[in-house]
Each structure stands twice: as structure tokens, then as C-alpha cells.
């Protein structure tokens, strides 16, 4: 890939999004406090390129989707940086007061703690779609933008059942309404199957891809299992002079 973000589809979906309703002043703080090997860029390194490239990333989905909307962040295969663009991207959105909602739907996987360095031990996404809780009881803020998380409490061997179900439609609707973007951080395409129940839920999708690290066989199927919902790819992890975390850009696809 020659660039960092390459955009696929250039038109406005036309989808209709609306604008926050409230911004949780009574939800809980998450105290994030990054060490030499984070990559929370926003917190270490906030002048830095990567920030920009996020900056930029940002401002072209903004100028191609102004409303916002409901985004999932998926990858070919596994270690590939969808978590860490997720984070990243959605701390771009926040920063400049767009209500956003990073939602942890990696359930075989929870990639949300491990990034925060959080433990969800009063539940999460899988006690919201059982009926448990509602959304408000469980999410988190990070910092002081408007910048909001809902995560997993413990992993799903089979979550399957849970993204075909009527719940995890009312949980995106509702999302959808209370937030101007959301970041839903979901499994690798390959080899579950599990996108194909998520796509009538979002707005659009975006891949991440690792220099060196994704095969390119992959690529193909993975843009194929998105289909029409694919918004653009990223490309991570591309070495630049200044810059230990992300790359330069190149010519826009």
C-alpha cells in the first residue's frame, strides 16, 4: 500500500446521524497513564507526526462523511494495529469536540483493556445486548474530551450469536443517537465469518494493514468480505524519518 489512508469511496452515504443528546457529565474517568512503550500517541507524543497523520485522517472522513456515523475497525488478521488505529483515530475525533464512542467488539480477543490498561470487571458490551445494564451504566470517559469507551469484561470463545441478534441493533441505534461517530474495534476478517452479521449495523468500515506484516493474499479477500460498506484502508507501521509509529503518505489511491 503507497499510502497511509486510501480512500475507496468517495461519496456520502447519505446516512442521517444525529447530533449528541448528552455527554455523560455523571460517567466514570478512565486515568491513563502511559509509559516509553505506549502508543497512545496522543498522550505521548501530542506534537508529534503520527498525531497529524490521525489529524489528516480525520479531516477526510469528515469532509467525506460531515455527519458522522457508526465505523468498524477491522483488519485482515490479527496484530495488525486495528486496536491502536481505533484509539488513535477516535482521540482525533474528540479533540476537537466530536461526541465519539470507541466500542469494543472483539470478543474472542479484547484488544480495549489491554490498550487502556483497563479492566472492565463491572461488565461491558456483553451485559448491555443481554439486557443487564444500559449503556450509560457501563461507559467509561477518557480524559477530558468528549471521548467515551464501552468494553468487554471477559472474552467470548463464540460470541456469534451475539451480532445477528436484535440487541446488538438496538445497542447501535442507541449509540448511533447519543454519538456523533462511532468506532466499533471488531474481530480480523479472516477467517471468521462474523462482519458479514455486522454490515446492515454500520455506516462504513475501514481496514488497517501492517507494513511487513500483512500478506498480501489477504488483502483482497478481506475488501471483498467488506464489500460495498469499505470506506478507505490505513496502512500502519510504515517507518518515517521523526516518527517511530506511524508513516509518510504517499499518493492517495
Not at 475525533?93 to 479484547?110: H, I, K, M, Q, Y
Not at 455486522?198 to 455506516?203: H, K, S, Y
Not at 498480501?216 to 517507518?239: F, H, Q, R, T
Amino acid at each position: 500500500m503507497s499510502s497511509i489512508f486510501g480512500f475507496l469511496h468517495t461519496t456520502n452515504t447519505g446516512c442521517s446521524v444525529s447530533h449528541p443528546r448528552q455527554h455523560f457529565s455523571s460517567a466514570r474517568q478512565i486515568s491513563i497513564h502511559p509509559d516509553s512503550t505506549s502508543r497512545l500517541v496522543y498522550l505521548t507524543d501530542p506534537e508529534g507526526l503520527a498525531v497529524e497523520r490521525y489529524r489528516l485522517l480525520r479531516r477526510r472522513l469528515h469532509t467525506l462523511h460531515p455527519d458522522g456515523g457508526v465505523v468498524l475497525m477491522t483488519s485482515p488478521s490479527p496484530g495488525e494495529g486495528k486496536t491502536l488505529t481505533s484509539v488513535n483515530l477516535a482521540w482525533s475525533f474528540a479533540e476537537v469536540g466530536n461526541s465519539t464512542c470507541l466500542v469494543d467488539l472483539d470478543f474472542r480477543s479484547p484488544g480495549m483493556s489491554r490498550m487502556l490498561r483497563y479492566s472492565f470487571e463491572e461488565g461491558g458490551v456483553q451485559e448491555v445486548l443481554q439486557g443487564e445494564v444500559e449503556i450509560d451504566e457501563l461507559i467509561y470517559q477518557l480524559g477530558e474530551h468528549p471521548l467515551y469507551v464501552l468494553g468487554i469484561k471477559k472474552r467470548l470463545a463464540s460470541p456469534g450469536h451475539l451480532f445477528y441478534s436484535q440487541s446488538m441493533q438496538r445497542m447501535v441505534s442507541k449509540l448511533r443517537a447519543m454519538f456523533k461517530w462511532v468506532l466499533l474495534d471488531f474481530a480480523p476478517v479472516i477467517p471468521m465469518a462474523d462482519i458479514s452479521e455486522m454490515t446492515e449495523n454500520i455506516d462504513g468500515a475501514i481496514l488497517v494493514v501492517r507494513t511487513h506484516k500483512t500478506e498480501k493474499d489477504m488483502l483482497n479477500p478481506a475488501i471483498e468480505a467488506i464489500g460495498s460498506k469499505l470506506w478507505g484502508v490505513v496502512a500502519n507501521d510504515c517507518a518515517i524519518s521523526g516518527s517511530a509509529y506511524y508513516g509518510s503518505y504517499g499518493q492517495e489511491k
